[in-house]
């Protein structure tokens, strides 16, 4: 709460209070009107301001046109007690405000201040934004990650909670990556940086955070249109009890202007106009605080009526931790087979590349290398040591018109081709992760009818996974392209949100409804194809979101709905003389509060 406007709340009720106690007199008039001024100047100033730039008729403008009517007719005290009512109503409004930022703020508390810098041997402070890829940082117990980095030396516990929402610490040691905004909370690290600071984790998300509130729900774009409207007729109905009616039928102007008065006071949207954003902004702030970042209340709004959801298998169904299983021989030496498989994967990071490399375990030259080429959805293509080698899945093969047979079984199958003919055949295994098939549960009780999973990898795995997880379809041996497809005919009849690691799928994150990204916290395609990124790889924070989502709207509809009943109730017994001044402040303010004490329950999710 604003310590300087609870003063002049505090200051303006004292003069008022005196004056009450007083006898009709030019003193007690003149307390009135220093009251009303500390209290309503500012309110004053930016109706003035609003109306003389863009005609704007905002509760700025009805409060100022009411109360400086009232004085006009000997209403003192009515019109000083207005204005210190609704600053009272507006301090509320502060306060809620603020206590959704500080959530906010929690999470922009994890921006870095500086970066231990490690040059010839010498330790510098420097800021983030001087550290460039392949510098060497020190970080020292209790100090927050700086940058995206590799660990070289050290090995400690990291708070990540900032990130992801989850309390527990973190172990890491020498070979882990390690995200800028976590805590090192034990022994020190040296880290080899692999982002500048612009594009590391940090970085993205406090973009995001900062922009989350510029995409706005079409719940918050009907308010802002209901406003536009609703004003300018409020004030024509209010100019017609007061001068129309009277003038018509030759009636007392006092009473019918008193009515009008009311009326304006009444009329003040002030409850749509605050709770409205501040419930989406509650609930985007209580998201964050559980490791779920929405880019904007639109995306909030629009994930409450999903009833489809679409997972990618690899990274988000599955762990993603490949491992190779087996190697069959059809020509060359298992070793060679890793060999060139190896070679031709050495630079991608793709989860089925990284578990060949660490199988092989060794040191890979580039300098054997030439001409790699990644095939999106089914491989590579490389010269090594100046021998054509294509590793890929059968359909590469095919592509590549490379004779072979294709075997069916539950694993992922990498053939490894050298000069046209396939050499052997690696297998490999993902593992389903230990929360999917739970999620899915819960999201079915909440009502989502239809789940899907796109894979490009073979049919014979699809179907393995799919019957474990009892999802309603599945589609396997896809390019990128053909998920386009496949999330376009369910568009149809859904509203479908998809799952993905951001990596390879921006394609069917911009054109489903709602794109979630998930896992691969510091990739730039999680952050920024994505409407919503879960800041881990646990399934069980989908249906969390959805909750909140859900929640969130059912607040704001809840806002919507009585606001309006209990605005045009009032408005049509001050139409007809039925509320006095008092009753019609009470009323107004009474409801803002109300709605705005709703709106913060969307941070207790």
């Not at 590793?391 to 018109?401: P, S």
């Amino acid at each position: 709460m604003r310590h300087r406007e609870f003063l002049r709340v505090i200051s303006s009720a004292v003069l008022f209070t005196i004056a009450l106690f007083l006898p009709s007199s030019l003193l007690q008039t003149s307390l009135f009107i220093v009251s009303y001024l500390i209290v309503g100047i500012d309110v004053i100033f930016h109706a003035i301001r609003g109306f003389g730039k863009r005609f704007l008729l905002d509760e700025h403008f009805l409060m100022s046109l009411a109360t400086i009517g009232a004085f006009l007719i000997g209403e003192y005290k009515e019109a000083v007690m207005v204005m210190i009512l609704y600053q009272i109503g507006e301090l509320f409004t502060d306060h809620a405000t603020e206590k959704s930022e500080e959530e906010i703020s929690k999470l922009m508390a994890i921006r870095p201040d500086y970066a231990n810098l490690v040059k010839n041997g010498k330790e510098k402070k420097v800021s983030p934004e001087e550290v460039r890829v392949d510098d060497v940082i020190l970080i020292k117990s209790g100090e927050k990650i700086p940058l995206d980095g590799v660990i070289l030396e050290g090995e400690s516990m990291l708070d990540t909670s900032s990130l992801t929402g989850e309390a527990l610490p973190q172990p890491v040691v020498v070979g882990d990556v390690v995200l800028s905004g976590s805590v090192n909370l034990s022994g020190s690290l040296t880290v080899r940086v692999q982002s500048e600071f612009k594009d590391s984790t940090v970085h993205k998300i406090l973009e995001l955070v900062k922009n989350a509130s510029t995409k706005k729900s079409n719940s918050e774009k009907f308010i802002t249109k209901f406003s536009k409207y609703y004003t300018p007729i409020v004030v024509l109905i209010a100019f017609t009890i007061g001068f129309i009616i009277p003038l018509l039928f030759s009636l007392e102007f006092q009473e019918y202007i008193e009515r009008a008065l009311i009326f304006l006071v009444i009329s003040c949207p002030c409850a749509l106009v605050i709770s409205v954003p501040l419930g989406f902004f509650s609930g985007i702030g209580g998201a964050s605080r559980s490791g779920i970042l929405i880019k904007g209340s639109h995306y909030l709004e629009r994930l409450a009526h999903i009833n489809c959801f679409v997972f990618d298998k690899t990274g988000t169904l599955t762990k993603g931790t490949f491992e190779v299983v087996d190697i069959i021989s059809l020509g060359l030496p298992q070793e060679k087979i890793l060999y060139y498989a190896s070679c031709s994967e050495r630079d991608s990071s793709h989860p089925i590349a990284l578990s060949i490399k660490k199988y092989y375990g060794k040191d890979i030259s580039k300098a054997k290398i030439k001409s790699v080429q990644e095939l999106s959805g089914f491989g590579t293509t490389a010269l090594v040591d100046n021998r054509e080698v294509i590793v890929g899945n059968y359909a590469c093969m095919l592509k590549n018109d490379i004779l072979c047979e294709e075997l069916q079984n539950d694993h992922t199958t990498i053939y490894v081709a050298v000069d046209k003919k396939v050499g052997g055949v690696i297998f490999i295994n993902d593992v389903v992760k230990e929360e999917a098939s739970s999620a899915i549960l819960e999201l079915k009780k909440l009502g989502s009818e239809k789940f899907v999973m796109l894979t490009g990898d073979k049919e014979a795995v699809a179907s393995h996974i799919s019957q474990q997880l009892k999802l309603d379809d599945y589609y396997a041996e896809l390019l990128p392209d053909d998920k386009v497809v496949k999330v376009e005919s369910l568009l149809k009849d859904y509203h479908v949100a998809f799952v993905g690691d951001g990596i390879n799928d921006a394609p069917v994150l911009a054109i489903c409804d709602v794109g979630i990204s998930m896992g691969r916290v510091g990739s730039d395609a999680a952050i920024e194809a994505s409407d919503i990124v879960i800041m881990t790889d646990q399934l069980k924070k989908l249906p969390q979101a959805v909750k909140i989502s859900r929640k969130t709207l059912r607040i704001v509809k809840q806002n919507i709905v009585f606001a309006l009943t209990v605005k045009f109730l009032i408005l049509l017994l001050g139409a007809f003389g039925l509320a006095n001044m008092w009753f019609a402040v009470v009323a107004d303010v009474g409801v803002s509060i109300l709605a705005i004490l709703n709106s913060m329950r969307a941070f207790q999710l």
